[in-house]
Nanobody
Framework: QVQLVESGGGLVQAGGSLRLSCAAS????????MGWYRQAPGKQRELVAA???????NYADSVKGRFAISRDIRKNTVYLQMNSLKREDTAVYYC???????????????WGQGTLVTVSS
């Protein structure tokens, strides 16, 4: 069974940068899409960035121009480069992957365990 393992979270000052990594135990080409979600205390989980199929990307409005999602197919890893971090970016960040529709729906989504990003003022 494919697993996702995040790393790279931590404490950073406002204005700083962090890079999150999500390593898959199998080929990331087997996924239709991969992305990053985040959940701040008391808030719903929200999509931050996604990379889809051929490599197109999309971002939440709140992170456009500051965050960048990328992937390294050889390393089966997806990255989230976060620049100009703000206090409101503080959250647990989760890596997400979605298999094609040929996979039974109950097994189509994968989540990592989450990594905490804390932005201090």
């Amino acid at each position: 069974q494919v697993q996702l393992v995040e790393s790279g979270g931590g404490l950073v000052q406002a204005g700083g940068s962090l890079r999150l990594s999500c390593a898959a135990s199998g080929s990331i080409l087997s996924f239709d899409a991969m992305g990053w979600y985040r959940q701040a205390p008391g808030k719903q989980r929200e999509l931050v960035a996604a990379i889809i199929g051929g490599g197109s990307t999309n971002y939440a409005d709140s992170v456009k121009g500051r965050f960048a999602i990328s992937r390294d197919i050889r390393k089966n890893t997806v990255y989230l480069q976060m620049n100009s971090l703000k206090r409101e970016d503080t959250a647990v960040y989760y890596c997400y992957a979605k298999f094609p529709a040929t996979v039974p729906e109950a097994y189509r989504e994968l989540w990592g365990q989450g990594t905490l990003v804390t932005v201090s003022s």
